[in-house]
């Protein structure tokens, strides 16, 4: 009687045993719910619910990014910089110490925050007189140049002239734009009139 009670308190414990390690943990990761701006660290956290976090090992891998400390821990800080501008930066934990054919890695994405658009403080980028059309070609060319450099700009030229010799003077200025215009592409979606108010003339340009 005594070695069927022994036999059967072994059996049970080793049910018990065969349960337990048959019973997977769950694993996920989490990241920063919202852009992060350049230049900031991303923090990941890796979460593990269903075993004693003694008995397990954190290994971090990032695609992009430099992950400055926490590699063993886990939470780990992900450096980002300009390189990684406007993208997705995935972060995956491999654990060790879980039962065996249990899932042992996670992974969590969060982005970063694009470059900001160039801001120029002072919206006047050129002002000249009257010029020769050499000198004035080379202007027009570094305004050209502007708007390649920045994909949201606008420029507005402004024609300051007299009502005598308006429709001439017009005319000039919008053969130097439509010059320049055949140059650079940037130019090419000039707009086909010319908005006058008073004894300025503005000529809407976009980049």
Known sequence: MKKLVCISILIAGSVLSALAQSSCPTIFVTGSSSLTPIGDSITFTAKVEGIEFEKIKFEWTVDKGTITNGQGTSTINVATNVDIAGQTVTATVKISGLPQDCKNEATESSEVAAKPPRIIHDPKIDEYVKLSWRNEKIRLESIANELINNDKAMAYFIVYTNEKNTPNHLKSER????????????FQKTESALFMQEKAITEPMFG
């Open 175 to 186: 053969l130097k734009l439509e010059n320049i215009s055949l140059r650079n592409s940037k």
